[in-house]
């Protein structure tokens, strides 16, 4: 943890979404706060929060591939999306479902963020695409 410690506070980060991270230690990280949630192979998702920044509503998604909380007004969104062309329906079925329980009731700003394995259009991509509809609507 020693790097990302360094980095978050050589460049003054406030708030961090991290993907599978193996190291357990979050508190080690000297003036953060970290919401967890396990995942897959002992791989966590993490939104990191500088000492004296509130996280509340925090919400973890029971399919392990997602966190989300809310600082002040702002909606904090960390998820991950299976990948691959053969899970394109969980990946579907996940934007379509288990993120829903991630979003804020009322209009509220957003920030979303993580591993979506996935595009919205075509040129967003330069590889094999993977387009999806669910994350676009």
Known sequence: MGML???????DIDIALLQEVTHANFSAIR???ACVKEGTERRRKAILAEEGLTLSN???????M????????????NIHASSGADRKAERESFYNKDTMHLLPLTRTE?????????????DDCTG??????????
Do not use: K, M, W
């Not at 410690?5 to 460049?11: A, D, P």
């Not at 925090?58 to 392990?64: D, E, M, N, T």
């Open 58 to 64: 925090i919400q973890r998604l029971p399919s392990r």
């Open 5 to 11: 410690e360094g980095f978050l506070q050589t460049h």
């Open 110 to 122: 957003l920030i979303l963020a993580g591993e979506f394995n996935c595009v919205i259009s075509n």
């Open 66 to 77: 997602g966190i989300s909380a809310t600082y002040s007004s702002i909606r904090v969104i």
């Open 31 to 33: 003036r953060y706060t």
């Open 128 to 137: 094999q695409r993977s387009r999806s509809r669910a994350l676009n609507d």
